[in-house]
């Protein structure tokens, strides 16, 4: 599986941003990260392969919403309020399976070549 994601960008905080990514077959469960400067990568959200269950870290609960379309293969993470601290490029990934483990990178299989978001303040 391929993954393409996209729509990052330069806002202003408390602006909102949405985020794809086109995944080239079909995958199990879904999640996005995001790696700032001089941090590691870290979990951000995921959403299971049917959509009916999602998993978000505390930083972004509440602002962020994951979501997909199985019927496009498409991704979304629509993103609101946004603040300096979630400068970071994002990043898409796919697992092989089904699984529970959302936050863990390990798990996921493919990976976006990340899309850059920038929030001034």
């Known amino acids: 599986v391929q993954l393409q994601a996209c729509g990052g960008g330069l806002v202003r905080a408390g602006s909102s941003l949405r985020l794809s990514c086109l995944a080239s077959g079909r995958s199990y469960v879904m999640g996005w990260f995001r790696q700032a400067p001089g941090k590691e990568r870290e979990f951000v959200a995921g959403?299971?392969?049917?959509?009916?269950?999602?998993y978000y870290a505390d930083s972004v609960k509440g602002r962020f919403t994951i979501s997909r379309d199985n019927a496009k293969n498409t991704l979304y993470l629509q993103m609101n309020s946004l603040k300096p601290d979630d400068t970071a490029v994002y990043y898409c990934?796919?697992?092989?399976?089904?699984?529970?483990?959302?936050?863990?990178?390990?798990?996921?299989?493919?990976w976006g070549q990340g899309t850059l978001v920038t929030v001034s303040s």
């Open positions: 990934a796919a697992s092989s399976y089904a699984h529970t483990n959302y936050a863990d990178k390990n798990e996921y299989a493919y």
């Open positions: 959403i299971s392969r049917n959509g009916d269950s999602a």
